[in-house]
Each structure stands twice: as C-alpha cells, then as structure tokens.
C-alpha cells in the first residue's frame, strides 16, 4: 500500500490525544493492528500504563499473531492487559493466512505470558485449510493454560466492492502468486451470512437501502487508528488506504464528507480533540449519511439489517459482545 503512513503512537503525544476525563470513563482498551500488530511497538508497556494513570480500572486487551514483540513485554504484560492470540490453525496451517510468523516463536510467546499470569484467548478463523484442526487446537489451547478458544466463522470472502469471493490469491512480496484461501466446506464453521449476500441480487442497491444499526454505537466504541483518524469502526478506517479502494465509492465518499466538516484534521485526534470528533460534525455527518443517498456502502454492508458478517464472525467472543 504505496499511500500508507506508517505510524507509531508517541507516548508523549497521548496527553494531546487522549485527555485524562476521556479515558477516566472508558472501559476497556483495546489494541489491536487493522494494518499492524501492536506487539510490534517498541513502547506498548509504557502506553498502557499512560491509560492505567488515569483509569485504574480499565481493563485492557491486546491482539496479536503472537509471532512478534520480546518475550519479557509478554511476561510483563502479563500484569496489565489480557492478549488474544489470532493462531489461525497449527505450525503446518497457520502461516498460510498468517504470513512469515514462526510456529516455535507463537508458542514461547504465549507460553511465557500464560505462565506470568496473563489471560490468554486463542482467536482461530476457520477455512477450508484449518477446519480439520479446530478440535485438535482447543484441545492444544486448553492444555497449554488458554483461558478461552474462539472459533471465528469468517466473513473475509468479499473484495473492496462487497462482493462474494469463492478464493482469495496469496501473493508474496514480489506478487507472485503462491496459494489461495478459501471458506471452510463444513457447515458448523461457515459464517451463514455469506449465503445470505449470494442471494442479494444487487449489492450496491442493498447496502444503500437497507436500514443501518451501528454496532460501534450499540457497544459505545470508538476507532482511534495509529495515524491518529477517528472513526466509529476499523471497517470505515480501511476505506482510505490501499490501491483496491481507492477507486470505490466509500473512498470518495469518505473524501468528500470529511472535506465538508472541514477537512480530515477535523477528524484526527492529533489536531481536534476527540470528544469533539465524537460529539461533533464528523460522527454526526456518518450517522446523517444512513438516512439518505450519501450514505457509506461499508456501513449498509456491515451493520445492515439482512447481513450481518462481523456480528456471526464474532458471536462467541465475550470481548467483542
């Protein structure tokens, strides 16, 4: 993705970020790369203790493949935040989604946390490749000291214009194509909601009308991405970047309404404060848009009322309810 800033929260820019009465009424941080991995900052330790400074009771969670970050951040983690593992199958299956990460480095890593103390999850999306090792993986979770697995049935099988995918090709850095992924065949791990787009017979035409139900304004969350832009999800956050989007609608759409609430800076936490973003135009111009034609195709694709991916694909999970 040419267009991608690559960032890293600065601790010393929390406080500009983030203002002490903001946080003091948050539940729950969570961490969790829609472009990275968290374990990947240099600093997270002192991150989450900047939270913990102004809520001594948030609890915190972090997402990570497991195959990143020092052995010591996880033992010290261990202390401060819960960690779900994304462990997409075992050491001959996981790399195929979870590209370049080392079977041996998950295991230490989330051994180590596990044996400080730490609440571990272990998160398993299911395709056709894992399916046959879903039990054998509980099994190895529960052993292993896991707290939880959750099966996620995966709503991933769509492109950046909403529709239904049968495969996804798997490039290496140079593009070359190396394998394909595709929806696990047995029903108990198929996401029900992809049977339910095949029988849509205009997707565009669905996601415009459909009436909207916003998850992140049911559950009260807020998307804070590492470039600093606020969004109510990472689901709108990944129509900025990436040459597959920037020809759909939602990217000039998203373009346009920020330009109307007078510019992205009026929707980045490094230049507008948050609660205002929250409170202000910027929410208010997307939640406006589900009523009329102007309306993001993400927000009738995801939170629309016949579809539902990312509600079945996380129905097990307590973190995410």
Known sequence: MPNLPLRK?????????????FVSQLDMLYLCGTYGDPMTHPNIIEIIDWFKKYNKGITVGIHTNGGVGKIETYQELAKRSFVSFGIDGLADTNPLYRRHTQWPKIIERSQA????????????????????????ARTLAHTMGFKKFNVKKTGRFLNRKHRVQTELQVQDRKGRPIHKLRPPTMMQYLNKNMAKLADIDDIDQYTMKTPVSCNAQRIREVYVAADGMVFPCGWLHDRLYGPEVESTRDHVQIKKMLADVGGWQKANCLHTD??????????????????????????????????????????????KA
């Open 9 to 21: 929260w600065r601790v010393n820019s929390l406080d500009k970020m983030f203002r002490p009465g």
């Open 113 to 136: 946390f596990i044996k400080a103390g730490g609440h571990a999850e272990w998160d398993f999306i299911v395709f056709e490749h894992n399916q046959h090792q879903v039990e054998q």
């Open 274 to 319: 948050l609660e205002q973003i929250v409170d202000g135009d910027w929410f208010g111009k997307i939640a406006q848009s589900w009523h009329t034609e102007d309306r993001l195709h993400r927000c009738g694709m995801m939170c629309g009322k016949m579809v539902n991916l990312i509600g079945e694909q996380n129905a097990d999970i307590e973190y």
